[in-house]
C-alpha cells in the first residue's frame, strides 16, 4: 500500500478496472482502514508512546526521551513528549560551534500539535539535529519546558558563551531572556523583512535592508542607516527601534564563528521531515530517528571522501574569497601584518597572527577573507592553516562519532505501560485542511520560477520519429550510417578572409569600375 496515493492516482490506476466507479468518499475511507492496519490506529499509538521512550533509552544508552501527560479522573491524556538522542549530545558538545537555532513547525496528523527543534551546525554548515519535541500548542510555557531540557542535556553552564538564532516564535523571545540571560539572540533577517514589507513594500527598500544587514563593520552599517534614512526616514525608523546586535553582522560576536542572518539550518531540518508531519505520534517519532540514524551513519561515510583538510563547501567559500584576493595588493609591515590596497578603492589592515581583518569578516566566520588570502599567498603560507578548527576533517568525525542504534518493531518491545495514555482530544479546524506552506502576497506560485519547454517536440534518436524517446520506442532501428546532417545556410568557408582583406578587395573593385574596368 502507498500511504501517500492520492485520489487522483487511484482513478488513474483503476480506470479500467472494477474500481473504475469508487467514489472519493470510499477511496478515503479505505485507505484510513489500510493505514490503521498496517501502521496502527491514533489510539493504540498513544497507548503505547510511553514503552516507545522506555525502548529509546534502552537502544541508545544516555539518551533523554521524556513524556508529560495530564491527569484527569483515572484517565491518563498527552501533552508533551520530548527526545534527545545520545549520539546528538555527544556530536554537539564535541565539533558544533556555540550556537543553536531553534523553531517550530505545524503537524498536520491527528493532534495537530507543534514540533519544536533546535539544531546545531557542523563543520561544512550544515544542519546538526540536536533534540525535537512535539508539544500541544507554541507558546511561552512549551518553549520554556523545551529550552530548559536542551539546556540540561547539553550541560550548558555558561549561556553567555552560546548565540540562539530564532524566527521570533510566539513565546520563544521570553523564554530565551529567561533561560539564556546574557546570551547573543539573532534573528532571521528574511522573517524581519516580511514583517517590514508588510508597510514598506519596494524592491530598493529590501535591499537597502538586506545591505545594512550584510555590513560587517560598524562604520559600513551607519552609513548604509545614512542611506536608509535619505530614502525613506519611516522605514529608517521603524528598522532603528530594532536592536541591531539581532540583525546585522556588524554587531554580531566574534567567537561564534558563524555569521548567517537567516534560520536555514531549522528550515532544512522542516523540510526533511516533512513527509512524517502528517503521521500518527509513533510513526512520526520513528521516521525521525530512522533519518537521523542514516543521516549520522552517511556522514560518517562520507569523510572518507575529503581529500582537502576540510569538506566541499568551505572549499567553495574559499574560491569564492579568492576572486577577491586577485584584485588585492598586500604591502609587509611585519612578518605577521600587512596594508592590503583593495583596487585602489579600500585599504585594510591584516593580522594573520591574531587572524583578523579590518573588514572583520575574518574574524566573524573563522575563514580567510579575500585581503586576507592575498596575505598569505604573498607569504607563501598555506590557506589550510589559517581556517578555524571548527571547520577541520576531525571536527566533522568528531561529530559523527556516534551512532544512533537501531530499533525493532513494537511487537517486540517489553510493554511494561500499566495506565496507557490517550490522545489529546481532536481539535478539528474549519474548512479542508491545507497540506501547502502559506506564501507571501508577493511571493510566486510553486513552480514559477522553473524553466519550461514549450513548443519543442522529442525526436526519437532511434527510428527518428517525432513524438517520442528511445526508452519509449517501439519501432524498428533505423540505419545512421548512410544519413548525412546537412546544416541549414550557406556552408562557410574553412578559412575565411579577415576583414581587412576583405575591405581592400571592395575598395580595389569600386576604383576599377570608376575607371571603366572590373577585377
Partial sequence: MNSSMSFKCFKEMTSKGKYANTTSDAFYRAKKVATEILEGSVKEQYAILEDYCNQIRATNPGSTAILKTRIEGDKRYFERVYICLQACKEGFNRGCRPLIGVDGCFLKGYCK???????????????????????????????????????????????????????????????????????????????????????????????MLWAAARAT?????????????????????????????????????????????????????????????????????????????????????????????????ILDIIEKNKKVARHCLPTMSTLTTFEVNFMNIEVFVVDLYKRTCACRSFQLNGIPCGHALACIWFSNLDVMNFIDDFYKKVAFEATYSGAIQPMSSPDKWSMTTQNPILPPPETSMPGRPKKSRRREVDEPPPGATKARRFGKANTCSNCKQPGHTMPTCKNAKVATEHLTYKKPGRPKKKNPKPESVKRRERENRQKARANGQYL
Fill in 113 to 207: 500539535g507543534m514540533l519544536l527543534a533546535a539544531i546545531g551546525i557542523d563543520a561544512v554548515n550544515a544542519m546538526f539535529p540536536i533534540a525535537y519535541a512535539v508539544v500541544e500548542k507554541e507558546n511561552k510555557s512549551s518553549w520554556t519546558w523545551f529550552l530548559e531540557l536542551v539546556k540540561e542535556d547539553l550541560q550548558i553552564q555558561n549561556p553567555q558563551s552560546f548565540c540562539m538564532l530564532s524566527d521570533r516564535q510566539k513565546g520563544l523571545e521570553k523564554a530565551l531572556e529567561k533561560l539564556f540571560e546574557g546570551a547573543e539572540i539573532r534573528f532571521c533577517v528574511r522573517h524581519l523583512h516580511a514583517n517590514f514589507k508588510k508597510d514598506y513594500p519596494g524592491l530598493l527598500l529590501k535591499q
Fill in 217 to 313: 563593520t560598524k562604520e559600513e552599517w551607519r552609513r548604509r542607516m545614512y542611506d536608509f534614512k535619505q530614502i525613506s526616514e519611516p522605514a529608517y525608523t521603524w528598522l532603528s527601534n530594532k536592536a541591531p546586535t539581532e540583525w546585522t553582522k556588524s554587531h554580531f560576536k566574534e567567537h561564534v564563528k558563524c555569521d548567517m542572518l537567516c534560520n536555514n539550518l531549522c528550515e532544512s531540518f522542516n523540510a526533511a521531515i516533512i513527509g512524517a508531519r502528517d503521521k500518527t505520534i509513533i510513526i512520526l517519532l520513528e521516521k525521525i530517528r530512522y533519518w537521523l540514524m542514516r543521516r549520522f551513519c552517511t556522514k560518517r561515510e562520507s569523510v572518507k571522501k575529503w581529500v582537502h583538510p576540510v569538506g566541499k563547501r
